[in-house]
């Protein structure tokens, strides 16, 4: 990009549409060529030409928008003038609440310096590797592809998604943070990384499948069968899912329907059923699948690992959000199931299944509780640099007070989000499971509440704009679609609240009075 000065007087000699050049934040560009393909015709620039734009630009354009034809257009800077700089792969931002505390200066008992590094090169990777992609992506539906899994596989993007534990040993981590030194924080950064594209489709077609599938794989597979699975899944080079989920049977666990019986010859299950709602079917290689293998109920459940074999369909579902997530129907039509692929004991697949939640609940919690802060980072800059009736929307009493809610909403989750984190830091898997399934509940209602707040007030401060799937409120509006996502599954809001409190009467003391 060229650095070449030029004075305003300078400028306003090209004004022609034979000769165009506007001025944004500094920045001198010639738009004479570019006039004829801009999407919002080329009346409306030539209107701008010899003129500073810069007001005019982001009342229509977004930063990325900037971001995607500087390199092109860039002819030069304004003599005098505070040239803004581009935002760099990995950086922070610094909008008021757009950040966790300890990122914006907020002394913190949960970080040190490793989660900095960790961030910052964990981010820049995404700013880098999807980010510039990732509406085109979410708005055409794509999956993500096998190539870019074996890239993202291969860069540890899955491997520090994960709890902590001896699968990092294989793996350089991000901001080359020691496998000894990562915990549950660096991989709650990973997640929020993840979720803060501003694309949920995407996002959870980036591995979400795999993030509550393969912890089945380290904790209750036999040896040979870890061995197989792990390190594929991880390296990208296999995909993999969880399917709980029937069209009968979604947060009522114990009422699924798909079966699973021995064959004559002992050697293999036989499984029949369907599971729906099951994020990254459309494309993954295994399936970790709850069956019955006894009586109905909870304890005639088990959980297999299928492989994508003769006599699996997969058929995708059209949801509110992307494609892009590959969101499947899966029918399951005499499909044989070596008995080796038993994931724990047989008929006890329910407490596997238990023990799995605490850690996918807590992931949703995080993901949710980042695509909060995202709108609450969109709503402040709209606010700042929207007019109406001749003054910034910020000046309006109606809307501070909007953004108010949300900040104070996404900060109060988010405190207790940390709090939960470090218990899983300090408690060794005994105590987790025996102290944190309620907390963790509650947090996962309170967090999807706040995005329920956030993104009702997010719409009022975009306005139509939030209804519109392109342009400034792009953001907010696939995220109004998405927010019932959370919501539901993992276990409907209602359910979380009855456990939440189902767990606290258990230690309610028995002599407590008024």
Request: aromatic letters at 10%; proline letters at 5%.
């Amino acid at each position: 990009m060229s650095e070449t000065q030029y004075t305003l007087e300078e400028v306003k000699k090209h004004n022609t549409p034979a000769d165009c050049w506007i001025v944004v934040d500094g920045r001198v560009l010639d738009v004479t060529k570019f006039a004829r393909m801009h999407p919002g015709g080329q009346l409306i620039l030539q209107e701008m030409g010899g003129k500073d734009a810069s007001e005019e630009f982001w009342t229509y354009h977004r930063m990325e928008i900037l971001q995607k034809y500087v390199p092109r257009l860039q002819i030069g800077v304004l003599k005098g003038a505070s040239v803004i700089p581009l935002p760099q792969p990995g950086q922070l931002s610094q909008v008021p609440y757009s950040e966790l505390p300890v990122d914006l200066g907020f002394h913190s008992p949960y970080f040190n310096e490793s989660h900095a590094r960790f961030r910052k090169a964990f981010r820049a990777f995404l700013d880098t590797e999807i980010a510039p992609h990732a509406a085109a992506w979410e708005d055409a539906g794509k999956e993500p592809s096998a190539e870019l899994f074996k890239k993202l596989g291969q860069a540890s993007f899955f491997a520090c998604r994960m709890a902590p534990g001896p699968h990092l040993k294989h793996f350089k981590l991000f901001g080359d943070v020691k496998p000894e030194e990562f915990d549950y924080f660096h991989e709650l950064i990973a997640h929020e990384e993840v979720f803060r594209l501003g694309c949920p489709g995407l996002s959870d077609g980036l591995g979400s499948g795999l993030m509550i599938a393969v912890p089945t794989i380290v904790n209750f597979a036999k040896p040979a069968l870890r061995e197989k699975v792990l390190m594929p899944c991880l390296l990208g080079e296999k995909r993999i899912c969880l399917a709980i989920t029937e069209p009968v049977a979604g947060s009522d666990v114990a009422g699924i329907r798909t079966t699973a019986r021995k064959s004559e010859c002992g050697k293999f299950y036989i499984v029949n059923g369907t599971k729906k709602w099951i994020t990254n079917a459309t494309f993954c290689d295994f399936f970790v699948t709850a069956v019955v293998t006894g009586n109905k109920g909870i304890g005639g459940m088990s959980l297999l690992l299928i492989e994508k074999s003769e006599g699996l369909k997969i058929e995708p579902i059209k949801t509110s959000y992307s494609p892009a997530a590959g969101t499947g129907y899966l029918v399951f039509e005499n499909v044989k199931v070596p008995v080796e692929n038993l994931l724990g004991e047989e008929n006890k697949g329910f407490r596997c299944i238990m023990q799995n939640f605490n850690h996918e609940r807590w992931i949703i919690a995080v993901a949710t509780n980042r695509q909060s802060r995202v709108l609450l980072e969109e709503s402040f800059k709209w606010a700042n640099q929207r007019k109406v009736f001749g003054r910034p929307l910020i000046d309006q009493p109606v809307i501070r007070n909007k953004l108010a809610r949300m900040t104070a909403a996404v900060e109060s989750s988010n405190a207790w989000l940390e709090l939960i984190t470090h218990q899983l830091c300090v408690m060794d898997f005994a105590e987790q499971q025996a102290k944190l399934a309620g907390p963790i509940a509650l947090l996962k209602f309170n967090v999807t509440r706040t995005m329920h707040i956030v993104v009702d007030e997010a719409n009022q401060i975009f306005g139509g704009r939030a209804i519109s799937r392109l342009g400034m409120g792009q953001v907010v509006e696939r995220m109004s679609r998405a927010q019932k996502f959370a919501a539901i599954y993992g276990g409907s809001e209602e359910i979380m609240a009855d456990l939440g409190i189902k767990q606290a009467i258990k230690s309610f003391p028995a002599h407590s009075r008024l």
